[in-house]
């Protein structure tokens, strides 16, 4: 049985931020996750560049690595899983987890990158919590043994 499915319904029906940009770097969908996750409004987001939401100390990368996309049609990420810092609107950092994945139209080039983005402030801070109580607990242990 064949189901009719509204993409436009889906895109906002997710709970993972679906962020679309133009070859030029510049935001043309912003789903409601989105919206959540970094605090933009879609009317706030849409047609600026990316680094709305990137750091500016990750800018210079972000833009060589794009360009380089755009230029080859190929990334070199496919569907591993991408950790980086990210914005959000009032200005604190996020930690998110993305994947990315190429549009492209009938003759093969690339039209825009569509990123699936999840928030994983919170699992990352309780992880780097986590290995600091480890750190902690291996130096006590070390003090603890007479050498």
Known sequence: MAV?????GLV??????????????????WNPAAE?????????????PLDLITPDRHRRRHWDGYANT?????TKYGTKLLRVPALHKDGHS???AFTVGLLKDEDGLVTGIVAV????????SEEKRLRQRI???EAESKERIPS
Do not use: C, H, K, Y
Not at 12 to 29: E, L, N, R
Not at 70 to 74: F, K, Y
């Open 4 to 8: 009719n499915v509204d993409l436009s």
């Open 36 to 48: 959540r996750i970094f605090g933009f409004t879609s009317a706030e987001a849409l047609g600026q």
């Open 117 to 124: 983005i999840r928030d994983e402030t919170e699992r990352w």
């Open 94 to 96: 996020l930690s998110i």
């Open 12 to 29: 906002d029906a997710v709970g993972d931020a679906i962020v679309v940009s133009d070859p030029d770097g510049a935001i043309v969908v």
């Open 135 to 137: 750190s902690d607990l």
């Open 70 to 74: 755009m230029r080859t049609g190929v």
